[in-house]
């Protein structure tokens, strides 16, 4: 399957490293647009890949485009796209923000994915929502299905507003746990262990607890009360989670990504 990107950015290295893993493609059979000879130079050491700093001949004869550019490139980068575009093409965007509508519209293509991944897609564990448009056929949905899972786990989800919804839930959600792991790390030193030792138990934790909820389908508020004796340690620290508003901070925080990535939707 020939698969051609179009920016050459962190992500879209994860995707073609992920292709060629898993033998979707060979890297010969990649091409990658990026304006930036640097950028292209690494690409092709690193990779082996076909690249260019013209979009229509890194997108020619490909079955499938990735559009992975930065939002502010959009309006450059869109016209000139959609000119080199073939019917049979099916055109996937991880650009942040940008609908399935300003994609069709910007480029005069039809059939369009819009994938929302995460962060720890760049080493094979992210999770990611899609969800295409109406012209987007069986074949190009099962093909593209194939290049998501080499990221991770991946869901389809049949409304552009759960994109949305997963931009701020997944795509967003690791800040938030990196931000939770960093804060139990400073309380271990805070209370007197060495950094390394606090960061080893709290990474762990954090890895055993997900795997933990993941592995046994044990809803996580039964698993939190297995952990939690009368008057324990456990209590205790939840009582000064609820003082200090954990919560509801995270679901504020979740709303409010949330309303952010509706309004760079409408601003795109």
Do not use: C
């Not at 942040?96 to 929302?116: F, K, L, P, S």
């Not at 959600?173 to 060495?194: C, H, K, Q, R, W």
């Not at 044990?218 to 609820?242: F, I, K």
Request: proline residues 4%; without cysteine; glycine residues 10%.
């Amino acid at each position: 399957m020939k698969i051609s990107f179009v920016g050459g950015g962190v992500m879209a290295e994860a995707i073609l490293r992920g292709i060629v893993s898993a033998g979707l493609a060979a890297p010969s059979d990649i091409s990658v647009g990026e304006p930036v000879q640097a950028r292209r130079d690494q690409l092709a050491q690193n990779h082996g890949v076909n690249v260019s700093s013209d979009n229509a001949e890194a997108v020619a004869g490909a079955k499938l485009v990735v559009l992975s550019v930065k939002p502010q490139a959009l309006g450059t980068v869109l016209p000139g796209l959609g000119a080199a575009l073939k019917p049979d093409q099916a055109l996937a965007s991880i650009v942040a923000g940008a609908t399935i509508r300003t994609i069709a519209d910007g480029t005069g293509h039809q059939a369009v994915i819009r994938i929302m991944p995460n962060t720890p897609a760049q080493i094979g564990a992210g999770i990611s929502a899609w969800t295409a448009s109406e012209a987007v056929t069986d074949a190009q949905k099962a093909a593209i299905r194939e290049v998501v899972a080499t990221l991770g786990e991946e869901v389809y989800v049949a409304g552009e507003d759960l994109i949305d919804m997963s931009t701020a839930l997944s795509a967003s959600g690791p800040a938030y746990v990196f931000t939770f792991v960093e804060s139990l790390i400073d309380a271990g030193v805070n209370i007197g262990m060495s950094r390394d030792l606090a960061s080893r138990l709290a990474i762990e934790t954090v890895l055993g607890s997900a795997r933990m909820v993941k592995e046994t389908g044990t809803h996580p508020a039964e698993l939190r009360n297995m952990v939690t004796s009368p008057a324990g340690t456990t209590a205790a620290a939840l009582v000064a989670l609820e003082k200090g508003g954990f919560r509801p901070a995270v679901i504020d925080a979740v709303a409010a990504a949330y309303r952010r990535s509706k309004e760079l939707g409408k601003n795109s």
